[in-house]
């Protein structure tokens, strides 16, 4: 029988650390106890919060609804010539689905490495990094539809993903939870080195003819280097999305700022790495009550101790003013706010 706590405490079931409280908790091992739960209509009427690892999200007050924590395991593969489907359970921790892959020598996701996370979350926020975005691995996802408690296969068309942004996030957010996720691999290897210090990092090894195995330790090495552990000082990883601006605006940017680190998208327009601008305006490593920005990657806010998620969100709205004034350019927050 599928057990509903009350009056939870969620700072260990999230990064950031944040202590605040869910009204009701409900634990989800089998795709069936979702049938169960929303079959009480009032589950389906109440506020909701999907929960996978918590690293992509700030507490700012308690949660007066159902907070949902999907936990279903399990990694699969079938292998079809050089093409390899791998398929994972919703509540599986993203870095171990990666190294399941690269252990395997399935070939994709190497550039994916150490991104916080569950598998369930991965197309919601279509993760990315270092020149990769799951978009470029993703198949298809099974999904629960709340209002019919009914299943759904999405492809990776319907999902409609943008740069941190999908179909879940826009017009059906809210709507769907979902339970497994099938990412479409290779056997054979296509290495993606040209984003941040990859190539960089693979010389000072000494390694000139990579395997997916040596790119997967170096990105986590690089990561590592410029991201704390949430174990030992809570946050949520990149807080900020890269900006993309239009050329036109770029071109003024960078007569004042010749040193702006951007980087080309593929319609025309340039990223920017807010990394950069935050850093600029001078925010790097700062520390201000609870909060502050992490020493090496001032992308990054931190939770020093006992920060509340109103005092984080309270800073990141300081940076965000800060680096509209200085360079016109607008940050948006990468985390999903909750409260």
Known sequence: MLQIQENVSLKNFNTFGI???????????????????????????????ILGGGSNMLMVA???????RLNIRGIEHHINHDEVHVEAGAGEVWNDLVNYSVNHGFAGMENLSLIPGSVGASPIQNIGAYGVE???VFESCRA??????????????????????????????????IVSVKYKLSAIPQLNLKYGAIEEELQNRGITQPTIKDVSQVVSYIRVS?????????????FFKNPVIPIEQFTALQQKYPTVVNYPTSDGNIKLAAGWLIEQCGWK???VGQTGTWKNQALVLVNHGN??????????????????????VILQREVNVIG
């Not at 299943?151 to 809210?174: M, P």
């Open 134 to 136: 799951l978009k470029d």
């Open 19 to 49: 202590d605040a409280n869910a009204k009701y908790f409900a634990e989800i091992s089998r795709e069936d106890e979702l049938v169960e739960l929303f079959a009480d209509e009032q589950w389906k009427q109440m506020p909701r919060l």
């Open 62 to 68: 308690d949660f007066d609804g159902l907070v949902v």
């Open 307 to 328: 920060a509340t998620g109103k005092e984080v969100y309270t800073l990141s709205s300081q940076i965000i003013d800060s680096v509209y004034t200085k360079f016109g």
């Open 144 to 177: 629960f539809e709340i209002a019919t408690s009914t299943f759904r296969t999405f492809t990776n068309a319907e999902c409609k993903f943008g740069y941190r942004e999908s179909v879940f996030k826009s017009e059906l957010a809210g709507q769907y939870i």
């Open 226 to 238: 410029k991201l704390p552990d949430p174990s030992t000082i809570g946050n949520a990883g990149s």
């Open 285 to 287: 490593g700062k520390t």
